[in-house]
């Protein structure tokens, strides 16, 4: 079992920054990927930005150049710098933490926090 809790969420004006933290616990040695999805109402879940291997990062093209993902083993934490902020960030934020099985991945989720932008 992993238990993942975000935090830093919040209401931040249009071209603004914010940083979403997520800390991981359980059994989490075997963590293959950990990323950051998100889900607006009305829409699908879609990734934001994922590292896998600790290295290897991918991004949403809508996010490219101005969200970084990190990730650091000592403190069990992946988080999300996002910087010039737009409205349509708008949308709830999940943390995701995956790992390699036989036949695939696995998937654990956090709760989630919101992130609002508007002026």
């Known amino acids: 079992q992993v238990q993942l809790v975000e935090s830093g969420g919040g209401l931040v004006q249009p071209g603004g920054s914010l940083r979403l933290s997520c800390a991981a616990s359980g059994s989490i040695s075997r963590i293959y990927a950990m990323g950051w999805y998100r889900q607006a109402p009305g829409k699908q879940r879609e990734l934001v930005a994922r590292?896998?291997?600790?290295?290897?990062?991918n991004y949403a093209d809508s996010v490219k150049g101005r969200f970084t993902i990190s990730r650091d083993n000592d403190k069990n934490t992946v988080s999300l710098q996002m910087n010039s902020l737009k409205p349509e960030d708008t949308a709830h934020y999940y943390c995701?933490?995956?790992?390699?099985?036989?036949?695939?991945?696995?998937?654990?989720w956090g709760q989630g926090t919101q992130v609002t932008v508007s002026s």
């Open positions: 590292i896998a291997s600790g290295i290897n990062t």
């Open positions: 995701n933490a995956q790992f390699l099985v036989v036949g695939g991945t696995y998937d654990y």
